[in-house]
């Protein structure tokens, strides 16, 4: 009886050391607690996650060490432990929320640990999806921004002014479209180079930037074209806008490895389009305009 007590429990042991080998070894995070929700266990995992050790937080609630929060509405599930406990959750899109603050976006599943017929605690799994999320949203990003400029792109641009025009069948109002293109920049391509090109066309719309600031929507339509999109903007206040633009870039002087290029020799460009009758079935107006400007 004794030998095979001894066996018993040797089995057990090493049993036990696989386990804990194995969740060591897991990429997610797993957490167990008893029957009233406190501590029992995190792997290596877990412990990086939540900033905490088993030994230092066993037997506290889980909400003494961290939080979770929705990732896209800000709402504290407060309720994580319980749910886990009796019926089993499983979310996406998460933040877990460590004692300093600080966020890891996370996806949980938790579900009950049952012992005879009753619950006698719960287990979770978190997996950290920081990763994840910063390369969907590069691919995002990337999708809607031109790469050399960094501006929004042709794509991006025409969905946006779409829904601007959307919007004018519920609220009637006024925007504007400014449509600009760079005539010195085919002399910079053939004179220099594509690279002297790609650096006039990046400082234009820093430029641009910078004058529009957050008054509209500035993107780069190609090439040397650009658009800009100012909403709720009437024809006065945008043709304004467009003459600051239009001086801005004027008055730019680039200069590529001693050639220096200035936009008050040629003309500056700025085709302003306010303007654009939708008829009566959009419930919106929005108007018109049309006007060139030339630099001295």
């Known amino acids: 009886m004794i030998e095979q007590r001894l066996a018993f429990e040797n089995a057990l042991k090493i049993e036990k050391e696989q386990a804990q080998v194995t969740l060591a070894s897991l990429g997610e995070a797993v957490i167990s607690t008893d029957a009233d929700g406190r501590l029992e266990y995190m792997n290596p995992m877990a412990e990086r996650l939540t900033g905490c050790t088993t030994a230092e937080a066993r037997g506290s609630p889980l909400s003494l060490l961290f939080s979770v929060a929705d990732e896209v509405t800000g709402e504290t599930n407060g309720r994580l432990v319980d749910q886990s406990l009796c019926e089993g959750v499983t979310l996406d899109r998460q933040f877990l929320v460590r004692r300093d603050s600080s966020e890891v976006a996370v996806s949980i599943i938790g579900a009950p640990l ?4 009753k619950t006698a605690g719960a287990v979770l799994v978190l997996r950290d999806v920081t990763n994840e999320r910063e390369f969907v949203a590069r691919l995002s990003w990337q999708a809607s921004h031109d790469a050399l400029t960094g501006l929004v792109n042709r794509r991006e641009f025409e969905t946006r002014l779409g829904q601007a025009l959307d919007k004018l069948s519920h609220k009637p109002s006024e925007h504007s479209l400014m449509f600009l293109d760079l005539d010195q920049f085919k002399v910079v391509n053939d004179t220099c180079g594509h690279a002297a090109g790609d650096q006039l066309l990046k400082q234009t719309s820093a430029l641009l930037q910078e004058v529009l600031q957050a008054s509209g929507l500035l993107a780069r339509l190609g090439g040397d074209e650009f658009g800009v999109l100012l909403e709720d903007c009437g024809a006065d206040s945008a043709a304004g806008i467009a003459e600051r633009l239009r001086l801005a ?19 500056s460009r700025a085709r302003r389009r306010a303007r654009c009758d939708r008829g009566d079935a ?3 107006r929005c108007g018109l305009l049309h006007g060139e400007g030339k630099g001295p």
């Open 114 to 117: 049952r012992l005879d017929g």
């Open 249 to 267: 870039v004027q008055e730019l002087r680039f200069v590529w490895n001693g050639c220096a290029f200035n936009q008050r020799e040629h003309r």
């Open 282 to 284: 959009r419930g919106g």
